[in-house]
């Protein structure tokens, strides 16, 4: 990247090539990031003086906007009073208009805002820009993890580097000595100037030729930080603490390795690694928070905890844990589904088994020994809004909650697959019979099939045969193992009140005869699963079924009227 001060275009105009730096963030490590790079701006020729800063707009107490009072006072009043950001630091409220000119993007925002501001930027950056993330956390989406510097990148088109360290902002604002990392992908060059953007003094920053690993260790310890507050919470001892970090150090290790093969073992023992996870223990907010929940007995919601003792900061720890779980979970599935798909010269016909394995997972959650008391059914009391999961500990319900929603993020893709295979089949069947009554967008395909039909129109109909019979025993594979699931996940479900039986009752008479039958089908299965008997003839008796049945059908119901309002 060229940071010369002025050029000239083939037209002879003058065109300003100085590196404009925006700040996309105004929190407390928004606003020290501010005064680092606004001081570094001011000294570097091949940088604009002005800095701006994008503020997620507030109202203050005194009726003041939070832009206003930043460019009227040079302090964020909010985040980081009484420290000065820069003279050339301005505030401004307009993502877009305080990103347009700029070709040096730096992201610091609460993980949970980037897929937000990525896609309200999207198609917004122009020419050469380049970027870098010091935001701590990750997404996980249905095909697995992703980075926040990898979701900047994908989204916006630009390279993302990476900088953490052993950095609380409040420290870093007063000017006491800390040091950061710098992860790269691509250019050694890239990295040493954001390495002279931010070093200071009191700031020394080191580039590491490693993004995914910088980004973990920043993202991770977090989790370990929480681990440390329930330690100091329980006054449990400095041992215990200090087993904790180590023990959080090894697991962040393994799990980076496990997410990218390619991190590096050094880039622990930088900053961004053993110190940061030392720091964060010590005194970082995740930490802090953490102890009070513990204190508290578990009593206090850490969305609360957040609310009193971080002033609008946001807690990255709790929301990380999650998505490390999720991303685990995730690895562990994909794993078991691959090992446990049936042998199959074609691969594709059955794929793997994710539903079994969440099947057994479910199973596995609810059988450990942790249930709690129930309400007895009938109550007349209002009946709780947590429909799954009731009777058990809130930790548990959080797990099973967590396990069915990764459940449906992993079967989005084979879902799409069965439905483009399906589509395939009936214009191959269609065109069999030289009726299609579907559009084609793939023309070359449609060639392909005409031609075969053409040439050899017997060894075509196999083939329709083969395929349409492949995606029936998948679809039914897919069906059973569903059910399976349905059926372990309702076991977890409270007793059901006698209004929400009298609805289910009443949504049930109204379903059109193809799905009665499947509803006759559902309590059969269960019947014949449960040991009891029953005949051809089913009669819905709402109030004879148990509890788990009753889910079941509550279940398929709302599950036909969201695919009739779709289709509506």
Known sequence: MSHAKSGEDANGECHDSKSRVTIVGSGSCGSVAAKLVASNALKLPSFHDEVRMWVFEEVLP???????????????????????????????????????????????TPHQFMDGICKKLKGKIKGEVEAISLVKGMEVKKEGPCMISNL???????????LMGANIANEIAVEKFSEATVGYRESREIADTWVQLFSTPYFMVTPVHDVEGVELCGTLKNVVAIAAGFVDGLEMGNNTKAAIMRIGLREMKALSKLLFPSVKDSTFFESCGVADVITTCLGGRNRRV????????????????????????KLQGVSTAREVYETLNHCAMTKRAAEEAPPSTDSSTTGPNFLGCYRDQVAELLSQEE???????????????????????????EKLKALLR???????????????????????????????????????????????????????KEIVKKHTDDVLTSLNNMQQQAEKLLDNVATSCRPMSRDEKRDLQRSIKELPGGNLKRIAEIIKDHRAA??????????????????TMLWRLHFYVAAVKSARKLAS
């Open 290 to 313: 953490a102890e009070a929940f513990a204190q508290s007995g578990g009593k206090r919601s850490f969305d609360e905890l957040e609310a009193e003792m971080l002033e609008g900061q």
């Open 406 to 460: 990764q459940c449906v993020t992993d079967l989005i893709p084979g879902v799409d697959e069965m439905q483009s295979r399906a589509r395939s089949m009936l214009l191959m069947s269609q065109l069999s019979n030289k009726k299609p009554s579907i559009s084609v967008t793939n023309e070359e395909v449609e060639d392909d099939i005409q031609l075969l039909l053409k040439s050899d129109p017997r060894l075509f």
């Open 152 to 162: 900047i990148s994908k989204e916006l088109g630009i390279n993302c580097c990476v």
């Open 62 to 108: 005194n009726g003041e906007k939070l832009t206003d009072v930043i460019n009227k006072t040079n302090e964020n009043a909010n985040y980081l009073p009484g420290i000065k950001l820069g003279r050339n630091v301005v505030a401004d409220p307009d993502l877009e208009n305080a990103v347009k000119e700029a070709n040096m993007l730096v992201f610091v």
């Open 371 to 397: 249930r709690l008391p129930h309400h007895e059914d009938g109550d007349t009391k209002k009946p709780s809004t947590e429909i799954i999961g009731a009777g058990i500990s809130s930790l548990k319900r």
């Open 530 to 547: 449960s040991g009891k008997a029953f005949s051809d003839e089913v009669t819905v008796n709402l109030e004879e079924e148990d509890n």
